[in-house]
T-cell receptor, first 112, second 117 residues
Framework: KQEVTQIPAALSVPEGENLVLNCSFT??????LQWFRQDPGKGLTSLLL?????REQTSGRLNASLDKSSGRSTLYIAASQPGDSATYLC???????????FGKGTTLSVSS | EPEVTQTPSHQVTQMGQEVILRCVPI?????FYWYRQILGQKVEFLVS????????KSEIFDDQFSVERPDGSNFTLKIRSTKLEDSAMYFC???????????????FGPGTRLLVL
C-alpha cells in the first residue's frame, strides 16, 4: 500500500530565504506526482505535476524534482515571500489507478 | 480561468440524515473525483468517476456513499445516513479533457465543510 510522507511537518523561515520541502513515497511504481498548496480552510491549488518519466518541473519560483527510483520528490521555493505561507501537499498517482495518495503536508510560515 | 465549484460551502446536519454535496467540474473534463479531509488529517481519496460509472473507489466509499452525474454539468456525492465520523471537508476534483487522459493534473474545488451533529 502506497504511503506518502512529508518532512518537515512545519517550517518557519524569514522572507527571502530559499527552502526545500521533502516528499517520500514507499512504492516507486508511480505514474506521476503532484504538488499542491492549501491555505487554511481552503481548497487545494495545483502547483506542479511531474510525470514519472520527468526529473523536474519549474513554475516561476518553484522547482519540483522527482527521483522515482529512490521514492523522493523535493519542492524548492526560491526567495520566499510572506504570501508563500501555506500548507504544501505532495500526492502521487499509481500506475494502475486514478486516485491521488496524499502526504500530510508541510506547513510553511514565512515572516517579513 | 475555468475552475471547479462546489455547493454548499458549509453544511450542518443531524446524524442519520441524508446529505447531497454538489460539484460543477471544469467544462469538458471527463474524469471526476471526490476526496475528503478530516480535520488535521490527510486528504483521502473516495471515488473516481468516468463515462457515467465509478472507475475506482476506496475502502471509505462504502454503501452509505453514492455518486451521480445527473446532467451534463453537475457531479454529486450522496451520503445516505450520516455518522459523526463523516464530519470532514469534502473536495471535488476533475481532470482529463482528452479521452484516455485520467492522469492529467487534477483540479480541486474549494470544498464543502460537513459537520454531523
Amino acid at each position: 500500500k502506497q504511503e506518502v510522507t512529508q518532512i518537515p511537518a512545519a517550517l518557519s523561515v524569514p522572507e527571502g530565504e530559499n527552502l526545500v520541502l521533502n516528499c517520500s513515497f514507499t512504492d516507486s511504481a508511480i505514474y506521476n506526482l503532484q504538488w499542491f498548496r492549501q491555505d487554511p480552510g481552503k481548497g487545494l491549488t495545483s502547483l506542479l505535476l511531474i510525470q514519472s518519466s520527468q526529473r523536474e518541473q519549474t513554475s516561476g519560483r518553484l522547482n519540483a524534482s522527482l527521483d522515482k527510483s529512490s521514492g523522493r520528490s523535493t519542492l524548492y521555493i526560491a526567495a520566499s515571500q510572506p504570501g508563500d505561507s501555506a500548507t504544501y501537499l505532495c500526492a502521487v498517482r499509481g500506475q494502475a489507478g486514478t486516485a491521488l495518495i496524499f502526504g500530510k503536508g508541510t506547513t510553511l510560515s514565512v515572516s517579513s | 480561468e475555468p475552475e471547479v465549484t462546489q455547493t454548499p460551502s458549509h453544511q450542518v446536519t443531524q446524524m442519520g440524515q441524508e446529505v447531497i454535496l454538489r460539484c460543477v467540474p471544469i467544462s469538458n473534463h471527463l474524469y471526476f473525483y471526490w476526496y475528503r479531509q478530516i480535520l488535521g488529517q490527510k486528504v483521502e481519496f473516495l471515488v473516481s468517476f468516468y463515462n457515467n460509472e465509478i472507475s475506482e473507489k476506496s475502502e471509505i466509499f462504502d454503501d452509505q456513499f453514492s455518486v451521480e452525474r445527473p446532467d451534463g454539468s453537475n457531479f454529486t456525492l450522496k451520503i445516505r445516513s450520516t455518522k459523526l465520523e463523516d464530519s470532514a471537508m469534502y473536495f471535488c476534483a476533475s481532470s482529463g479533457r482528452l479521452a484516455g487522459g485520467p492522469r492529467e493534473t487534477q483540479y480541486f474545488g474549494p470544498g464543502t465543510r460537513l459537520l454531523v451533529l
